[in-house]
């Protein structure tokens, strides 16, 4: 396989059979061409393009992006695709119309010259994903060429990533709208990296301390392979293909049908663990009176800072200079234990002390930007989590690049199942993103023969991602269907009960 540059252009697909499995053209053809006659009825004119880009499921990796720690998720077939055609006028215009029109009211706005949409992210409307794409696109058009003016356009969206599910539905939608902006507005090609980072910026303009995995995964991801996606020193992302095994490996996903709009719950849930985890590295850090450098992690300051500055320190052991990355990531581990000693947590007064700040400070530069509830905040849990999923990630890696050992496939795939299962159980009990009903998803898949399970995504409902031998397929899905979809929702359709479960390849991240 080439190496893979994320500096590469977006790929502009001729035929479907670029983006799409064999088993899945016939419907996907129908879907694209109902998109177009939809599109001409509504518009009364042919789409000059189409934007696409995937929902994507973690493999491993879980609440550390935005710690600047590397990822590794998969793109999947799911995806967002937006139909445009464009023309030129003296007050640009957007009309944008959804496919699901029931469900998602048409809507109308006006471009301002400069590029300064306003977009209320307490209104949770589903056009502020396609304005927060947009104002980013022209963000970074106007950079290159203030004089650009924007363009009149004419948008219909089609998404059948499951919202609330877990599989970055949002970050499919803003993707493909920076994607589909930039093409209406001429800049061609796109950079993938361009607009990775611009769509992680993007969708923070929606209310969400977005670290970077679902955007990168969403754009880079190749068809086939998994992509490892780190954050420092810069952005990088590198394909990593799946060891043949047999049995070959397979991945699940359940849906638990619990809905997890992170854009919601973001206040109590997603938000508040950015919250945290940056205040467990300033904590730490003037706890040993060293500086953390601004980074690119939602509030600029990570874990992965703190990391990179301690070793930079007197504070690190002479020793330090020869470890390598898990042996560094394991003394992390040693370090929050010791310094983040209060398992109950710490309230903004504590926190503000340590930090010589006085509350109102405190919460002006942390609480503000991104709003969050809570009378006390768990820094040991969470930065310990963090740390050790960082560890599993490397770990997991190393197993995927590494020839299968001499005592078979099967060993491989436990081992790797087994870092998947300690990930869930830290996720529900260090950094409390599960719910009960993915816990229970993740028992039965293991009881009914998978490798390994785990939630995938934010968490607190959506959806798990489980190793699975192909021989076991079947019986999982089965045990699915009688233990949880059966008990849980007796009236459930068929068609939904299809949807619940999808034996997943890794899919082909953004295209044109």
Not at 291 to 320: I, M, N, V
Request: proline content about 6%; charged content about 25%; hydrophobic content about 40%.
């Amino acid at each position: 396989m080439s190496p893979h540059s994320i500096h590469e252009p977006v790929p502009i697909a001729k035929s479907l059979d670029f983006v799409y499995e064999a088993a899945s053209l016939p419907n996907q053809q129908k879907r694209w061409d109902a998109l177009r006659s939809r599109f001409s009825s509504l518009y009364g004119k042919e789409p000059e393009f189409v934007a696409r880009s995937p929902g994507r499921v973690n493999i491993i990796g879980e609440h550390i992006d935005y710690s600047l720690y590397e990822v590794l998720p998969m793109a999947i077939e799911a995806d967002v695709v937006i139909a445009i055609a464009t023309s030129v006028a003296e007050e640009a215009k957007v009309s944008i119309s959804n496919v699901n029109s029931q469900k998602f009211k048409s809507n109308e706005f006006i471009i301002p010259a400069n590029g300064e949409l306003d977009i209320d992210a307490s209104t949770h409307e589903w056009t502020n994903y396609f304005k927060s794409g947009l104002k980013g696109a022209l963000g970074l058009i106007k950079a290159g060429d203030p004089t650009t003016t924007p363009r009149n356009m004419s948008v219909l969206v089609d998404g059948n990533v499951p919202s609330g599910g877990g599989l970055s539905s949002s970050a499919a939608f803003v993707c493909a709208s920076a994607l589909a902006v930039l093409h209406a507005s001429r800049q061609q090609p796109v950079s993938k990296k361009e607009l990775v980072e611009l769509a992680i910026v993007s969708e923070r303009a929606v209310g969400v301390n977005s670290g970077g995995m679902d955007q990168a995964a969403s754009v880079f991801s190749l068809r086939g392979d998994a992509v490892s996606v780190s954050f420092s020193p810069e952005l990088h992302a590198e394909p990593i293909a799946f060891p043949i095994t047999e049995p070959p490996i397979t991945f699940m996903i359940a849906q638990s049908f619990v809905a997890a709009d992170k854009h919601v719950t973001a206040p109590e849930c997603y938000n508040l663990r950015v919250v945290e985890c940056t205040l467990a590295a300033e904590v730490i850090a003037s706890h040993l009176r060293i500086k953390l450098e601004s980074d690119s992690a939602p509030l600029s300051q990570s874990l992965r800072g703190l990391q990179d500055a301690y070793y930079s320190s007197s504070h690190a052991p002479s020793e330090s200079i020869s470890w390598n990355g898990e042996e560094k990531l394991r003394h992390m581990v040693q370090l929050v234990a010791k310094t983040l000693t209060d398992k109950s947590g710490y309230t903004r007064e504590e926190i503000a002390e340590a930090l010589r700040i006085q509350v109102p400070e405190l919460e002006e530069r942390y609480m503000t930007k991104f709003p969050v509830r809570a009378s006390r905040f768990l820094l040991r849990q969470r930065a310990l989590h963090v740390f050790q999923e960082a560890i599993r990630v490397t770990r997991f890696k190393a197993l995927l690049k590494t020839p299968p050992p001499t005592d078979g496939h099967d060993n491989l795939l436990r081992r790797l199942g087994a870092l998947m299962n300690e990930t869930q159980t830290s996720c529900r009990e260090t950094y409390e993103c599960s719910c009960p009903e993915l816990d229970e998803l993740c028992t039965i898949a293991r009881e009914a023969g998978a490798y390994g399970s785990r939630l995938t995504g934010a968490g607190w409902g959506g959806c798990t991602v489980h190793l699975v031998p192909m021989g076991k397929v079947d019986d999982v899905r089965k045990a699915w269907e009688e233990r949880y979809y059966r008990v849980k929702f007796p009236d459930i359709s068929d068609e939904k009960l299809a949807e619940a479960v999808v034996a997943s390849e890794p899919g082909q991240g953004s295209v044109m």
